[in-house]
């Protein structure tokens, strides 16, 4: 059973970066074939995929965010992490990490809120 647990802070000043970080139990972030993904829900809207770090560290992002975002990972501590730069009100949204095999996603975290505020 993989579990994730998200970290961060909850409340970001506008123009400022975004930073969390997903710590991974039951399943190595290195293990074959296996991407892990940062995904966010912001208010009234659906689903939106910002990006991704494979078992490989070969990163994708969103080409909507990718100016904007960076996905890292830590080997030792078994934890990738996400840095989305420049936010403005419209990045309040739940933030969650997820584990895709073969772009199917099989184990999510329960989310985070982010406010993006003054």
């Known amino acids: 059973q993989v579990q994730f647990q998200e970290s961060g802070p909850g409340l970001v000043k506008p123009s400022q970066t975004l930073s969390l970080t997903c710590t991974v139990s039951?399943?190595?972030?290195?293990?074959?074939?296996?991407?892990w993904s940062w995904i966010r829900q912001s208010p009234g809207k659906g689903l939106e995929w910002m990006g991704v770090i494979s078992y490989d560290d070969t990163t994708y992002y969103n080409p909507s965010l990718k100016s904007r975002t960076s996905i890292s990972r830590d080997t030792s501590k078994n934890e990738f992490s996400l840095q989305l730069s420049s936010v403005t009100p419209e990045d309040t949204a739940v933030y969650y990490c997820?584990?895709?095999?073969?772009?199917?996603?099989?184990?999510w975290g329960q989310g985070t809120q982010v406010t993006v505020s003054s």
């Open positions: 997820a584990r895709a095999s073969a772009w199917v996603y099989d184990y």
């Open positions: 039951g399943g190595s972030i290195t293990s074959s074939y296996y991407a």
